[in-house]
């Protein structure tokens, strides 16, 4: 039997070990969860750098005690020169997935940093800006093995990534780098330790920003000082779902956040009395499908929908929306997908502070263009936008649709449970899959993490749309989702292609619980 670790004093969750340590160190400083998390982001940006970096984007959700949860979106905004006339100069029909053109939004996730800390020095005294890189800044000087997915990951792109500006000085000097091989990221290193002594805000309006900004037109990026002088983080009021069993909170657009709250919305109408069998699977699945159905067709930069998302989370909406799921037949599909790259990590303090993050450079490496003398993967976040009419059109200083979405359910009684996932649009699906075992059908919140998971759609380059699910499942349930009519395939067991997730939880009476999902490199790292 799988069991979640327990502790009084503190906890983080990452799917690396070395965030989470990262974190659980601020605590012992005695920082609290909004430190201990940033702290971890700045980690895991070192160790974890096929997954996420500081030249990409983050959202948060942050839930103090006696006051309502607050998000900060913290994605760039596309380049001022990010026009179809700029692709069309260039001979591009579509926007590069790969390359300097591809690198053509702000990073956002140091700006969603400085929100956090600004936001948490209500908490109390705050800890140094150098005690929270710490770790990172030492990761990045002494080196950190190469996991197996950074391994793997890098073999798999090699044809994309080896020649983009920087990716192999940085990642891969003498070829493809071995499971277990050092990596160490000096420039990197300094530009962290440059963010620690001159402030966070140097990325954006500083020497860091100048640098980052000429590197990146020299490369090709539309990217200029000016973008990323023009970028602001954002504290948001978040978007809420109300169940049965209490209140969950994520991001609005242009996040697929909505599209996370909507399926556990629509499950929690169908009736489902038990875990892991066809009428779980069936229900999510059918689920997805509504809210994808709406999130393809509106989800943008709000600046540019004529909608608001937040009408669907209403009990009205739902409950008609729950009506078109038919609880034996699986509706037709397919459609397009969003592949991603991503990191999702939680933390709690014993004061009963809970976070709920995630980080992303959108594809593994993202753009694989590294500016110059910094260290930097820069995100290509700006692909997801098209070069023709739709939703996602691409305009120039606009937000992308973004796949990252990190949930925070105040349940009735009394836990504050953060979750989440990697995965693009298998994350919404994920995280259903684990609130409904652990909230609906009382499972243990590890066991949740670690049972057998699915996914309708694509995610990590795979170009199919189908159900793919984990060889884990019973075959008598996997029968007769086909008989329903899901074009099922069955994977691999604890494949890198469900994502990974994690959880923590403060119960009532002060005990913190975490998960990590044994399909990463993690911990959850307690005080």
Request: proline share 6%.
């Amino acid at each position: 039997m799988l069991y979640s670790k327990t502790c009084i004093g503190g906890m983080v969750t990452a799917p690396h070990h070395l965030a989470a340590q990262a974190g659980a160190n601020v605590l012992r400083e005695g920082g609290n969860a909004v430190e201990a998390m940033v702290a971890a982001a700045a980690a895991i940006a070192v160790v974890y750098p096929h997954m996420n970096g500081i030249g990409g984007d983050g959202f948060w959700v942050i839930s103090e005690p006696g006051r309502e949860p607050v998000a900060i979106q913290a994605c760039g905004q596309s380049a001022a020169l990010a026009t179809k006339e700029f692709y069309a100069s260039h001979g591009d029909q579509s926007i590069p997935t790969r390359g300097p053109r591809a690198a053509l939004t702000v990073a956002g996730a140091i700006g969603g940093w400085a929100a956090a800390l600004d936001y948490a020095e209500r908490f109390g005294r705050p800890l140094p800006l150098k005690t929270l890189l710490a770790d990172a800044i030492r990761h990045a000087q002494s080196g950190v093995p190469v996991t197996r997915s950074q391994h793997e990951l890098t073999r798999d792109k090699w044809n994309e990534l080896k020649d983009q500006p920087g990716f192999a000085a940085t990642y891969a000097q003498d070829g493809i780098p071995a499971q277990g091989a050092v990596l160490k990221q000096p420039a990197l290193a300094s530009a962290l330790a440059r963010l620690a002594d001159a402030g966070l805000d140097d990325f954006y309006r500083g020497d860091l920003a100048a640098t980052i900004a000429a590197g990146l037109e020299a490369a090709g990026s539309p990217l200029r000082a000016a973008d990323l002088a023009a970028y602001r983080a954002q504290v948001l009021q978040p978007l809420m779902v109300q169940l049965k069993s209490g209140r969950v909170y994520n991001l609005p657009p242009p996040t697929q956040g909505v599209s996370a709250l909507q399926i556990i919305g629509l499950f929690d109408r169908l009736g489902v009395q038990q875990a892991d069998g066809f009428e779980h699977i069936h229900g999510l699945v059918e689920a997805t499908k509504r809210a994808f159905i709406l999130r393809n067709r509106h989800v943008t930069d709000p600046a540019h929908m004529s909608v608001n998302a937040a009408d669907w989370l209403l009990a009205e909406a739902l409950d008609q929306e729950a009506t078109h799921i038919h609880p034996q037949t699986a509706a037709p599909w397919p459609h397009p997908a969003m592949p991603g790259d991503t990191i999702w990590m939680g933390a709690a303090d014993a004061q009963g502070r809970v976070v709920s993050y995630i980080q992303s450079i959108f594809w593994e490496f993202g753009s694989g263009v590294v500016a110059p003398d910094t260290g930097v993967v820069w995100q290509n976040r700006g692909a997801s936008f098209t070069l023709d009419e739709g939703a996602n059109q691409l305009q120039p200083g606009k937000l992308p649709f973004h796949t990252l979405n990190p949930s925070l359910a105040r349940l009735n009684d009394g836990r504050t449970l953060a979750y989440g996932t990697m995965g693009g649009e298998g994350q919404p699906q994920t995280q259903a899959a684990v609130f409904t075992r652990h909230v609906l059908f009382g499972q243990n919140l590890q066991a949740a993490v670690s049972a057998p998971r699915w996914l309708l759609g694509r995610t990590w380059g795979d170009v199919s749309t189908n159900l793919k699910i984990e060889g884990r499942v019973p075959a008598a349930t996997v029968e007769a989702l086909r008989r329903a009519g899901h074009e099922v395939q069955v994977v691999e067991d604890y494949t890198d292609m469900m994502g990974h997730a994690g959880a923590v939880c403060v119960h009532p009476y002060g005990v913190i619980e975490g998960a990590t999902d044994p399909r990463a490199d993690g911990i959850c790292a307690a005080i």
